[in-house]
């Protein structure tokens, strides 16, 4: 086994860093998120997302921790295992997954609406798995980062949970 280490692409989000912290730091926001979303069928048309949520059979949220069974698979856990406000939230796996992995979502305030964001993996692969999921991993980090951009944080910092 060896680390591996990704880092993404620093992003900008235009909302105060509180707003943004506030929100990936509490996985029951997180979850309220998914689920307007899921109602507003902003899911529809994007085939990556379709293909994935076919392999999902129920997520569950709480505060510190998002649940996920996956068909053939049974639950995995995503937890927040560190969090520094407003800059820092790491979260790490449950122990299910064949390697060891932690997530940094890093934040630096660049001013009142301007928000950096920066995503870094670091995880134990041996070096088949990390030929096969490297450029995934790679992929998906930048695809998160951006995708978190887009997402109204003022408007859902005064939603109620």
């Given amino acids: 086994m060896s680390v591996t280490k990704i880092a993404s692409e620093i992003f900008k989000i235009e909302s105060p860093i509180k707003d943004v912290y506030a929100l990936l730091s509490d996985f029951n926001r997180i979850g309220r998120l998914v689920e307007m979303a899921k109602q507003m069928g902003m899911t529809n048309g994007n085939i990556e997302l379709e293909k994935v949520s076919e392999k999902?059979?129920?997520?569950?949220?709480?505060?510190?921790?998002?649940?996920?069974?996956?068909?053939?698979?049974?639950?995995?856990?995503?937890?927040?295992?560190?969090?520094?406000?407003?800059?820092?939230?790491?979260?790490?796996?449950?122990?299910?997954?064949?390697?060891?992995?932690?997530?940094?979502?890093?934040?630096?305030?660049?001013?009142?609406?301007?928000?950096?964001?920066?995503?870094?993996?670091?995880?134990?692969?041996?070096?088949?798995?990390?030929m096969m999921l490297k450029g995934k991993l790679e992929k998906g980090i930048n695809m998160l980062g951006e995708n978190l951009t887009k997402i109204p944080y003022g408007l859902l910092s005064n939603v109620a949970i």
Wanted: glycine residues 10%.
């Fill in 56 to 130: 999902i059979e129920d997520v569950r949220f709480t505060q510190d921790a998002c649940y996920v069974t996956l068909k053939g698979m049974g639950e995995l856990a995503v937890k927040i295992v560190e969090k520094e406000e407003p800059k820092l939230i790491k979260l790490g796996g449950d122990g299910v997954l064949p390697f060891d992995f932690n997530l940094w979502i890093q934040l630096l305030e660049n001013g009142p609406y301007d928000t950096r964001l920066k995503i870094t993996f670091q995880g134990e692969l041996n070096m088949m798995l990390k």
